[in-house]
């Protein structure tokens, strides 16, 4: 825009000097680009410099003021021990504050949402006043095409609706089978791992990911991925990797090309991995979706499957249904294969990072059970007291079902507050439409605006000095039974104080499948396995509560533990 602006410009200068002096074309060339680039610096240097530290309305607003002329914040976000540590430091500084405005690249102004009431105002009552960066959506939108992750206002409640059936809580009573086999599935794993030795170990994240992925397969496509790898000559997992895990040029390449429209002409390898990837991913899908339709629409699928317990064909059932309904079709293939990909990439959550497109469900689901096994594996009487709840259940019901395990107190509590502590997609950005009016505040058109899950669940205003501590007995804790501290009572009295899966008319729609998959898994892990502590590089175990050495990955788009996470367990 600033350079359109400053092309413009010059040319109109050169204009105005054709009535004053003749000019050759080769002179009216030099003198255009020279303007040009003169405009063109003045423009930069003004919006990097001039305006957010003497013009900007937001510079008064609370915030660091020790930026960088060039990268702002940037590099101390990078050098941080975490992707989120820095945002938290600056909430502690000011945990009142309705926003906290800091610099990022070349003067861009950041308005983090800190307080309760600001959370509420981006989320809810604003909610679409505020839409993705257009960079963003140029950025994941070339995998996950558009629909619900990028619809806005009356589109996106469209689309909600249709996707509320696939999402709702009878639909995961009948995927819960299918979350406790691929949990059983797990644990057959660590039983190879250990053999007959007394302990085993297990790195974490690279086995739950494989879990997950197959979970999904099943759940989302209602097929085995293995299944594929006869069909193709690249399998499913290996497609969804090349996407997904690009090595450093790749993801500057697609990086780049969310704001400069480069991939159709980088004739690098690096590339061309990507883009046939993409095709090749988008053109399984295709072929999976059109044989599922044929499949229902004949018969054929209702005499080899029998009840549908897959995502994909439930919307196909439910755009049937409304098909009859409206005598009108609610999605063409593509739509369909849009939103298959937006489920299998990010279980459609909202709370997606702005620079690439890594944060898939299997993902984000495979990070909190591994955070999960690390507060088991660190905190020795909380595994214990959550191996008797579970215990005492499957000694009433062996096979239990989703309310069943559902209806876990203690589990319940876990997993939440693992999800408070470790939220594993851990922010979001927003754009502002247009001014709006916010706790005093006037948040111009164009603002962009950070919404960092952490900073409204570890705020000590919201959850007590104690925000930082693992304790699942705080939600359990009341304010009128102990004023001096806000635990759980301020999820209860707020739900913006827990964002995990976010708040909203724009929430995460996977969230029962989530909690549910987590909740089979633990279920079954801990009736099997004792998790005895985190192992570091050399194998050596380190016990006892605490972080315990475990770094954060950083730069990263979940919050998940740096080089993996090495878990020893044994029998129980």
Request: proline share 5%; net charge neutral; aromatic share 8%.
């Amino acid at each position: 825009m600033d350079l359109l602006a400053c092309g413009g410009l010059a040319a109109l200068e050169l204009v105005a000097l054709q009535h004053t002096e003749q000019l050759d074309n080769w002179s009216i060339a030099r003198r255009f680009l020279a303007l040009l680039l003169l405009q063109y610096a003045i423009a930069k240097v003004y919006r990097a410099i001039i305006y957010p530290n003497f013009v900007s309305p937001l510079r008064h607003l609370p915030g660091p003021k020790d930026h960088n002329l060039i990268f702002g914040q940037e590099l101390k976000k990078f050098r941080a021990s975490s992707p989120a540590s820095i945002q938290l430091q600056w909430m502690r500084t000011w945990p009142d504050a309705p926003f906290i405005r800091y610099v990022s690249l070349l003067g861009t102004e950041v308005l983090l949402v800190n307080s309760l009431a600001s959370h509420k105002a981006v989320l809810q009552t604003y909610v679409y006043d505020f839409v993705k960066p257009p960079f963003f959506a140029r950025l994941v939108g070339e995998i996950t095409g558009t629909g619900l992750l990028f619809a806005e206002g009356a589109a996106h409640r469209h689309e909600r609706r249709l996707l509320a059936g696939p999402f709702s809580v009878p639909s995961m009573r009948k995927l819960l089978p299918v979350f406790r086999e691929k949990a059983k599935a797990l644990s057959g794993v660590l039983e190879q791992a250990i053999g007959t030795k007394p302990h085993g170990t297990f790195e974490a994240m690279e086995t739950l990911l494989k879990s997950t992925m197959d979970t999904i397969g099943v759940t989302v496509l209602g097929i085995e991925l293995d299944s594929l790898s006869s069909t193709y000559p690249l399998g499913f997992q290996e497609l969804y990797s090349r996407l997904l895990h690009q090595g450093s040029l790749g993801s500057l390449i697609s990086l780049v090309n969310a704001f400069v429209p480069i991939r159709r002409v980088i004739p690098l390898e690096a590339n061309y991995r990507f883009v046939q990837a993409n095709a090749d991913l988008r053109k399984m899908l295709r072929g999976i979706v059109e044989k599922r339709m044929a499949d229902l629409a004949d018969g054929t699928f209702k005499k080899e499957v029998g009840e549908s317990k897959d995502l994909l064909t439930y919307m196909l059932e439910e755009a049937q249904l409304r098909q009859q309904e409206t005598g009108q079709s609610v999605w063409s293939v593509d739509d369909i294969v849009g939103h298959v990909f937006a489920i299998g990439h990010l279980i459609v959550c909202e709370s997606v990072a702005h620079q690439q497109h890594s944060l898939s469900g299997h993902e984000t689901t495979a990070t909190t059970l591994a955070w999960s096994l690390y507060v088991l594996a660190t905190h020795h009487s909380v595994q214990e007291r959550l191996r008797s709840e579970i215990n005492s259940l499957l000694e009433r019901t062996p096979e239990p079902d989703y309310g069943t395990i559902s209806s876990l107190p203690f589990l319940h509590n876990f997993v939440r507050e693992v999800l408070r502590v470790y939220p594993s997609s851990y922010m979001t950005q927003r754009q502002a439409l247009r001014d709006l009016p916010i706790e005093n505040i006037t948040i111009p058109r164009g603002a962009q605006v950070e919404v960092i899950m952490s900073l409204a669940q570890r705020n000590p205003l919201i959850w007590g000095a104690d925000a930082d501590v693992f304790d699942a007995d705080r939600w359990d804790q009341h304010l009128e039974e102990n004023p001096t501290t806000s635990s759980a009572t301020a999820a209860s009295s707020s739900p913006f104080a827990f964002e995990a899966f976010l708040q909203g008319p724009r929430n995460c729609p996977g969230r029962n499948l989530a909690l549910a998959q987590i909740k089979a898994a633990l279920v079954e892990l801990l009736a099997r396995w004792r998790f005895r502590g985190v192992e570091d590089d050399e194998g050596r175990l380190l016990v006892g509560d605490g972080e315990n050495g475990v770094r954060f990955a950083n730069p990263s788009l979940t919050l998940r533990p740096k080089g993996g996470l090495n878990v020893r367990f044994e029998r129980v």
